[in-house]
């Protein structure tokens, strides 16, 4: 079992800068990719990043390609979401989820962990 707890969430205005954190316990963090999905209401929960076990290879929805940045340090057993130049649109209840395996998936479905999840607010 994996558990995770994300913090990091806030307000911010448009423009602004949040950083998410992801941190892990139980079993060897390092064996688990990682991804960072977002839900707003009303819409399906999206992938918006995602790590591989050893932080070699990333991916990113086009809406936040240039902007956030996914990381891990997988010492501190931590993944990280920096998320600049927030936009309204960006506003969601953010969720850290960890896969068993190494590598990276877009489908939700084949995450087999998750945080509670932490709100970012982005006002105009």
Known sequence: QVQLVESGGGLVQAGGSLRLSCA????????????????????????????????????????????????????????????NSLKPEDTAVYYCAARRVHTINYNPALYDYWGQGTQVTVSS
């Open 24 to 83: 892990a316990s139980g079993r060897t963090f390092s064996n688990n990719a990682m991804g960072w999905f977002r839900q707003a209401p009303g819409k399906e929960r999206e992938l918006v990043a995602a790590i591989n076990w050893s932080g070699g290879v990333t991916y990113y929805t086009d809406s936040v390609k240039g902007r956030f940045t996914i990381s891990r340090d997988n010492a501190k057993s931590t993944a990280y979401l920096q998320m």
